[in-house]
């Protein structure tokens, strides 16, 4: 059974960093994207950031210039490199996994930014 093992996750405060890791397990298959979502209190879940296996990557407009997501794809594991951190992205954040046959979600990792 396929599994996304997320860590990283935590309290800073404003203008403090976390890096956030993700390593996909078991019989997944070729990983076509990992993503990171989040999902704050009372808000719908947004996507954050995305990694294709050829590289490319995605961000939302909210967190362009001060996050970045990376990719092992040796170890499949993607980070997302949180800099610059605000009291708005304060959410529960998800990893993905997109195969062509399935999509796979971590448990979810809170991150908590105070002011």
């Not at 390593?23 to 990992?34: N, Y």
């Not at 990893?95 to 979600?105: D, G, P, R, Y």
Request: glycine residues 10%; aromatic residues 8%.
């Amino acid at each position: 059974q396929a599994q996304l093992a997320e860590s990283g996750g935590g309290l800073v405060q404003a203008g403090g960093s976390l890096r956030l890791s993700c390593a996909a397990s078991g019989s997944i298959g070729s990983i076509e994207v990992m993503s990171w979502y989040r999902q704050a209190p009372g808000k719908q879940r947004e996507l954050v950031a995305s990694s294709t296996s050829g590289g490319s990557t995605h961000y939302a407009d909210s967190v362009k210039d001060r996050f970045t997501i990376s990719r092992n794809n040796a170890r499949n594991t993607v980070y997302l490199q949180m800099n610059s951190l605000k009291p708005e992205d304060t959410a529960v954040y998800y990893c993905n996994a997109a195969t062509a046959w399935s999509n796979v979600w971590g448990q979810g990792t809170q991150v908590t930014v105070s002011s």
